[in-house]
């Protein structure tokens, strides 16, 4: 069984900085990626960055290109994800996600994923 645990999220002004933390339980050794996800009040969830966990390759949504940043520590089965110049429009619940099969591409639909975790919540005030 795996399990995956978000942390991180908070209530934070535009323009400052948050750090995502997703530690992952159980057959980790299955994972070949992991990714985050957003989903906004209202919204559908929606890609926001992809890792390739063995070999460190990333993907982003192209709107948070330069802003967010999903790194890795394999040691600690963990995935991470930075934030910066944080927006009103970042104003979501973050979940991380874990494939357990490859892909020639990283994936970015929510069905490419197998687990979830319960997610955290990010809110940015104006």
């Known amino acids: 069984q795996v399990q995956l645990v978000e942390s991180g999220g908070a209530l934070v002004e535009a323009g400052g900085s948050l750090r995502l933390s997703c530690a992952a339980s159980?057959?980790?050794?299955?994972?070949?990626?992991m990714g985050w996800f957003r989903q906004a009040p209202g919204r559908e969830r929606e890609f926001v960055a992809a890792?390739?966990?063995?070999?460190?390759?990333?993907g982003y949504l192209d709107s948070v290109k330069g802003r967010f940043t999903i790194s890795r520590d394999i040691a600690k089965n963990t995935v991470y994800l930075q934030i910066d110049s944080l927006k009103p429009e970042d104003t979501a619940d973050y979940y991380c996600?874990?494939?357990?099969?490859?892909?020639?591409?990283?994936?970015?639909?929510?069905?490419?994923?197998?687990?979830w975790g319960q997610g955290t919540q990010v809110t940015v005030s104006s």
């Open positions: 996600a874990a494939r357990k099969g490859t892909s020639l591409l990283l994936p970015r639909q929510r069905d490419s994923y197998d687990y």
């Open positions: 890792i390739d966990w063995r070999a460190g390759i990333t």
């Open positions: 159980g057959r980790t050794q299955s994972f070949y990626f």
